[in-house]
């Protein structure tokens, strides 16, 4: 049985949905609290859900409280189901490559997610990409409120439908932001870094490897290759 673990992340990694997403959750602060501007003034990028909803929270001087992101969610999710059913084809992007790495790694280990989303937006998305089925298990953004925590608990749930011990698994995460690359370290996973999202490759410095995108035969053989297989410094 592999001991090899693969955790991708969503938005910038395996797709784009340029905006949905964000107007989502603009229209959820509106809906909830009459504020769709909350969430104007700070990136997305590499945040989980809740986090977002407490920075937004914080914008229009709200404690954060399990209530408010209960209601916040509910309303993303309808308002996200709503965006990506709309939304025109050119706008969906799926990034390239993606289809053959994930392939790949099928063959090599087993294949989750390792997302901020929270499950159920997760699937939306993906769903809209016809890419949900490929994804078995997953750390998801209802896991956690932190990236590393929802990266290990995928890590876990890997390991568990493997049947092996998470201590003896070789994890790799595939993400697009400095957030990926800091959460793949803080659980002792290596990170193979992609510029499809919006951070420049200065920003991804500390990833095992960064790529333009997965079609770089450099990518491929990353992926393929062992944790045990790397030469000792
Ligand atoms: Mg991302």
């Known amino acids: 049985m592999s001991d090899r673990i693969f ?7 395996i797709m784009s949905t340029h905006g949905a997403g964000r107007s989502s959750m603009a229209a959820a602060f509106s809906d909830v609290f009459g504020r769709a501007d909350a969430c104007t003034h700070f990136s997305f990028s590499g945040m989980t859900d809740v986090a ?6 914080a914008a229009i001087g709200l404690p954060f409280k399990n209530e408010h ?30 289809g053959e790495a994930i392939a790949m790694c099928h063959r090599e280990g087993a294949v989750g997610l390792g997302t901020g989303n929270v499950k159920a937006g997760a699937k939306l998305k993906l769903q809209r ?14 896991d956690s409120e932190l990236r590393a925590e929802l990266l290990e608990i995928g890590a876990q749930r890997g390991a568990q439908q493997r049947g ?22 803080a659980i002792g996973a290596r990170c193979l870094a992609v510029e499809t999202g ?31 297989a790397r030469p000792k410094i």
């Open 7 to 13: 955790l991708f992340d969503i938005d910038g990694t």
């Open 198 to 228: 919006h951070c420049s490759r200065d920003s991804l410095a500390g990833a095992d490897l960064i790529v333009e995108d997965l079609q770089a035969p450099a990518a491929l053989q990353f992926l393929l290759t062992p944790a045990s």
């Open 52 to 57: 977002i909803f407490r920075l937004g929270l």
């Open 164 to 185: 092996i011990a998470r201590s003896a698994c070789d994890v790799m995460v595939i993400g697009d932001t400095p957030k990926d690359v800091a959460a793949a370290q």
């Open 129 to 142: 990409v016809a890419l949900w089925e490929p994804f078995s298990f997953g750390g998801f953004g209802d």
């Open 69 to 98: 992101a209960h209601s916040l969610l509910m309303s993303y999710l309808v308002h996200l189901e709503k965006e990506l059913h709309q939304a025109a084809p050119s706008d969906i992007v799926l990034h390239p490559g993606i």
